[in-house]
């Protein structure tokens, strides 16, 4: 009996100093919920000050962040000291609009984004999509593209105009999806797609991201709905990114409130690097600082030409470059 007793307080004491592992699945400024491996979730807290290189950050640990922690017990309470934070994969930020202009880190450690995509109600153009995977691409995460809604498109135009524009990423190297969110079609592609990943949805407002979650996890349903309802009645000014299990094997990130992906800020000479078809020729370009807008002797304009670069993503390409000129960034992708 004794000894028993001295074996478990031997083991209690392992417990408290046994470093563990865990994903931070939501981050409210003063405490983390913190899941390891197996399932587990506590709560935790930071001790000392984190110092992140390259980045200056209001909130020094986000959702999506592999972190270290020790378990600390009180009064029969465990509590989670972080202590260590591991390299991020990569991570989306926001820029606080006042003058401080210090960034926040919404998410991190994302696998794929799904954006999204519909033809009408609301119509998705090019320029926007292309926008974002610029952003994603500077980001480091894959992004796959989702024309949403194809239950609509029973008009021949209307299909003419996926299939364009299916043609045109699938080209560059993108994944494209089409699916009825509404109607379960093809949600099986989005699940295996997503099985054993981080996923994140985005898209314009109406494009149909809540009805998506809905049909791929039915039981998040009621979480979600409380969130946003929660936000609708204001009580809460602030929302909070938060991951979640489901029941296929897969998590997700949602942000609620955010719509947008975050600022990236480029140089003009560097945003051909987030075009992979671009940046696949521009060696071939004469001048080795050609921006390929006025620059003779250019391969990508002579690839435009040759219809072997869509007309399209260069005139996205062009509108970002005109608009840098204007001091804006490559995050303008917002709804309202
Ligand atoms: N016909 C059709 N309607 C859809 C489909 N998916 C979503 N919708 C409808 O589109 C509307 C908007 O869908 P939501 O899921 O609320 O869109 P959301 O992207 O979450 O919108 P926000 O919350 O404003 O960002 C709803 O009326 C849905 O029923 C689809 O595959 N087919
Ligand atoms: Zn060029």
Redesign the pocket.
């Known amino acids: 009996m004794y000894e028993s007793a001295n074996l478990l307080l031997f083991l209690r004491i392992i417990l408290i100093f046994a470093a563990m592992i865990g994903t931070v699945y939501k981050s409210t400024g003063s405490w983390y919920l913190v899941k390891t491996e197996e399932g587990k979730a506590y709560e935790c807290r930071i001790k000392g000050k984190f110092r992140l290189k390259g980045i200056k950050s209001t909130n020094p640990i986000a959702v999506g962040d592999k972190v270290n922690f020790t378990l600390e017990t009180d009064n029969n309470t465990e509590t989670g000291i972080i202590d260590k934070i591991f390299d991020r994969k990569n991570y989306i930020i926001r820029k606080s609009v006042n003058l401080s202009k210090q960034t926040h880190i919404i998410a991190s450690n994302i696998d794929q984004v799904f954006l ?1 995509i519909t033809i009408d ?1 609301p119509p998705t153009f090019p320029n926007f999509i292309d926008r974002f995977l610029v952003t994603a691409e500077a980001y480091s995460i894959p992004c796959v593209l989702t024309f ?5 498109y029973t008009e021949i135009e209307r299909r003419a105009e996926v299939m364009y524009l299916k043609d045109i990423y699938e080209k560059i190297g993108y994944e494209c999806i089409e ?5 379960n ?1 093809n949600i099986e592609a989005i699940k295996q797609r997503m099985k054993g990943t981080v996923s994140m949805f985005a ?10 979650v ?1 049909a791929i996890a039915p039981e998040l349903n009621l979480k979600t709905k409380e969130i ?1 309802d929660q936000h609708k009645q204001g009580q809460h000014t602030t929302t909070f990114a938060e991951m979640f299990d489901l029941e296929f094997g897969a998590k997700i990130i949602d942000t609620p409130g955010i ?1 947008g992906f975050g600022i990236v800020d480029m140089e003009k000479e560097e945003l051909d690097n987030y075009f992979p078809e671009f940046l696949a020729l521009k060696n071939n370009c004469k001048f080795n600082n050609c921006i390929h807008i006025e620059e003779p002797y250019c391969a990508i304009k002579d690839a435009v030409d040759d219809g072997e670069i869509a007309w399209s993503r260069y005139k996205s390409y062009v509108q970002i470059i005109e608009n840098e000129e204007n001091n804006y960034r490559v995050d303008e992708f917002k ?1 309202d």
Do not use: F, Q, Y
Request: glycine letters at 12%.
């Open positions: 999204l109600n949403n809604k194809i239950d609509t699916i009825s969110a509404k109607e079609k898209g314009h407002s109406g494009v149909g991201k809540s009805t998506l809905n946003s719509k709804d």
